[in-house]
C-alpha cells in the first residue's frame, strides 16, 4: 500500500501502528474534556490517510436507475444543515482489547481505554439526501456504504452498511457530517465527508465516504460481514472462525461499559484519606446511562458516582466519586446502569477478536 501522501498526525497518542496509522489518547488525558479536541481522538485506519481535495469531491448514490451525484457544495447549500452531539467508539476495533488479551491471546491490536471519543458532529441528514436523491425503496432493507478513495488492509475498498430504517428514522440522528465541534474536520477524522451513525460502533462511521446505494442486504464488504463480529469462545482460531463468520451477526452498538480513567487520593483535615475517582460510560444505542457506581471492596458496597457530563441522546457520560476514608492503596471498580435498568455486568466471556469487552473498570490508587 502506498504511504507516501499520508499526512502529519497528532503527537498527543500513543501509537499502536505506524502504517496503517493506529493510535489512541491515554484515557486520563481524554476525560479532561467532555467534547473531545481533535488531537485527542483515537486513529483506528485501514489504510492510508490523505488531505483530499473538498472542491473536487463527489458524493455518489448508486442505483438501478441511474447515479446521483453531489458535490459537497451541493451538500453544504441544497440542505438544512443539523448537528449532533454523539460518542465514537472503537469497542468494535476492541476498545479494553489489552484486558481481554489477559484473560486469553486476542487477535488484533493491543487497545487499551481510549478508543472512544464525544464530539459535535455537523453536515446535513443521511435521510435528506436519500429521500432527495428519489430512491426506489421497494425491498430495500440496507443502506451500504462505501469509500473507494482510500485503500485497504482486508478488502479492495472500506465498507459497511446500516439499517435503512436507522437512516429513515429522524430520530435515528445519522448524518452525512463535514464538521467536528463546529471546525471543518480534518483528514483524519474522514475529511471531506463522514458518515455519523450515533449509537453504533465506530466500525460502521465509514470515513473518506464517497459511494452509497440502497440494497435488500447487508454491505457484503470485509469489515461488515466478517470483522468485527463477537464469536463465542470456542471459536479460538482465524481458520475456525472463517467457517462461521457468516452465522453471526455484525456488531451495531455496543454495550453498555464504563471504565475508571484516574485515581488520585487527597489528606483531610482530620488526615483522613478519600479517594477521587474519574471514569467515562458509555451505552447501548439510545438507551441512556442513569447512574454510574463504584466500589472499593470487590463489590459488596456500592456508592454513585456523580455524573459530571451527559448530553443528548448519544453523548458519553463522564463521572467521578470521592470515597471517603480510604486505605493508602487499593483498587476500585466502577460499573454503569442505563435507563432500562440494565448493569454492566462483572465478567465478560473472552473471544477472538477481543470485542466488545465491558466487565466493571477498574483502577488502582
Ligand atoms: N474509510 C474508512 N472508514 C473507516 C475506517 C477505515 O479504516 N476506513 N475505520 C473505521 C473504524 S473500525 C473506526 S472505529 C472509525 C475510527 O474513526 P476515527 O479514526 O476518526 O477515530 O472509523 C471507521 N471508518
Ligand atoms: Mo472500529
Known amino acids: 500500500m502506498d504511504y507516501s501522501h499520508e499526512v502529519p498526525h497528532s503527537q498527543l497518542l500513543l501509537v499502536r501502528g505506524q502504517q496503517p ?28 490517510v490523505e488531505d ?46 489489552k484486558e481481554m488479551d489477559q484473560l486469553k491471546k486476542v487477535n488484533g491490536i493491543l487497545w487499551d481505554d481510549g478508543v472512544v471519543c464525544n464530539a459535535k458532529w455537523g453536515g446535513v441528514r443521511l435521510r435528506d439526501v436519500l429521500l432527495d436523491s428519489n430512491q426506489d425503496l421497494t425491498n430495500m432493507n440496507h443502506v451500504q456504504f462505501a469509500s473507494y478513495v482510500t485503500l485497504c488492509e482486508d478488502d479492495t475498498y472500506y465498507g459497511a452498511s446500516i439499517p435503512l430504517q436507522k437512516a429513515m428514522d429522524e430520530e435515528g440522528d445519522v ?25 453504533y460502533c465506530g466500525a460502521r462511521w465509514v470515513k473518506w465516504l464517497d459511494t452509497m446505494r440502497l440494497s435488500p442486504n447487508e454491505s457484503p464488504n470485509y469489515y461488515q460481514a466478517r470483522d468485527y463480529k463477537i464469536l463465542p469462545p470456542e471459536i479460538e482460531t482465524k481458520t475456525a472462525a ?25 489528606k483531610n483535615a482530620n488526615g483522613l484519606l478519600s479517594l477521587i475517582v474519574r471514569g467515562y460510560a458509555t451505552h447501548y444505542m439510545a438507551s441512556t446511562v442513569t447512574k454510574v457506581e463504584v ?11 456523580r455524573v459530571t457530563y451527559q448530553e443528548g441522546k448519544w453523548s458519553w457520560t463522564l463521572w467521578e466519586a470521592v470515597v471517603d476514608d480510604v486505605a493508602e492503596h487499593g ?4 460499573r454503569a446502569w442505563d435507563v432500562n435498568l440494565n448493569v454492566q455486568p462483572q465478567e465478560c466471556k473472552w473471544n477472538l477478536r477481543g470485542v466488545a469487552f465491558n466487565p466493571w473498570g477498574i483502577g488502582k490508587w
Open 242 to 266: 472463517a467457517q462461521v463468520w457468516s452465522k453471526y451477526p455484525s456488531i451495531t452498538s455496543l454495550n453498555l461499559n464504563s471504565i475508571v480513567a484516574s485515581t488520585s487520593v487527597r
Open 331 to 334: 483498587t476500585v471498580r466502577c
Open 52 to 97: 483530499l481535495d473538498h472542491d473536487a469531491y463527489i458524493l455518489t448514490i448508486k442505483s438501478d436507475y441511474g447515479d446521483k451525484r453531489y458535490s459537497m457544495q451541493d451538500l453544504e447549500t441544497r440542505f438544512q444543515k443539523y448537528e449532533v452531539v454523539a460518542a465514537l467508539q472503537a469497542r468494535c476495533a476492541g476498545n479494553r482489547r
Open 21 to 48: 496509522f493506529n493510535a489512541e489518547p491515554k484515557a486520563s488525558a481524554l476525560i479532561e474534556f467532555p467534547i473531545t479536541p481533535d488531537d485527542l481522538v483515537y486513529c483506528r485506519n485501514h489504510g492510508p
Open 295 to 305: 466500589t472499593v471492596d470487590g463489590g459488596e458496597h456500592w456508592q454513585p458516582a
Open 175 to 199: 448524518l452525512v457530517a463535514w464538521e467536528m465541534n463546529d471546525e471543518c474536520m480534518s483528514p483524519d477524522r474522514g475529511a471531506p465527508l463522514r458518515l455519523v451513525v450515533p449509537g
